[in-house]
């Protein structure tokens, strides 16, 4: 199948890497006009934006100008996260890294969803789809804790909306990936091979994602072919988190 997002304009944030860069690839070629926003240069899109998705006035002059350009807006793929190093136990972390990662990837979707959703209503729907985490409903023993709670906070938020604006022909769902091979997690686990065993062993696919597959299940969701899902949050992790022990 293919044209699932024809004419339709779909505006991905955290688009210049990973499973944004895949999005924008795949989007594009299910027939979208791709929008990709972020911080750094080199997004593979049909309109490429600078801006800080943590910054309020940035991101309202940001939808606006898609709409000025596109005169619509139908698909809201808010991606955009962070992963420091030195996010771990709640003993450890401190104050600043805490309330970066909140800001990045959570105040984010709070405004992307805030002055992307009006664009959506104007044109009689569309769908939203906020990029959470596996670890939003489960628990690890190897913390990220503000990560963790970020990535609740979205799921918790993506399931008040799609509720609340169900009726306007808006979904909302929280896409919740396992362990994505990305640049970045590779960089981090071939500094700590015991901890990236430590947490494949619980993958019973025995591998990471791939940002590709990642990127389909939020084609799926953000097309029609989704159009009774919902308020949910919508696992892609291998099944990791269904598994007690995994296959030798």
């Known amino acids: 199948m293919s044209g699932r997002l024809e004419g339709k304009v779909c505006v991905i944030t955290g688009a210049a ?13 299910e027939g979208a006009t791709v929008v990709g926003v972020d911080l750094l ?19 309202e002059a940001m939808y606006a100008e898609v709409r000025k350009t596109y005169g619509r807006i139908d698909v809201l793929f808010n991606n ?16 600043d890294v805490w309330e970066r990662v909140q800001a990045v990837n959570l105040r984010s979707v709070f405004l992307c969803c805030k002055h992307g959703i009006p664009h959506l209503q104007a044109g009689g729907g ?11 409903v489960m628990g690890a023993a190897t913390s990220q804790i503000a990560y963790t709670a970020s990535k609740g906070g979205v799921l918790a938020l993506s399931r008040e909306l799609g509720v609340q604006f169900a009726k306007q022909n808006i979904r909302v769902n929280a896409l919740c990936p396992g362990p994505v091979d990305t640049p970045l997690l590779r960089e981090l686990f071939a500094k700590d091979l015991e ?3 430590r947490r ?7 591998r990471f994602a791939e ?38």
Not at 17 to 29: N, V, Y
Not at 200 to 206: A, D, R, W, Y
């Open 126 to 136: 569309g769908s939203v789809v906020n990029t959470a985490s596996f670890v939003a």
């Open 195 to 197: 901890q990236a065993q």
């Open 17 to 29: 890497g990973g499973i944004g860069a895949a999005a924008c690839d795949l989007f594009g070629e």
């Open 211 to 248: 940002a590709r597959e990642i990127a389909h299940a939020a084609l799926f969701l953000a097309s029609d072919d989704a159009s009774y899902v919902n308020a949910t949050a919508f696992l892609v992790d291998g099944g990791l988190s269904s598994a007690y022990t995994t296959p030798l």
């Open 80 to 95: 955009a996260g962070i992963s420091p190093t030195d996010d771990g136990s709640v003993l450890d972390t401190v104050l």
């Open 41 to 59: 240069e080199g997004a593979s899109a049909d309109l490429a934006l600078a801006a800080d998705v943590a910054d309020e006035p940035q991101v």
């Open 200 to 206: 494949l062993v619980h993958v019973p696919m025995g």
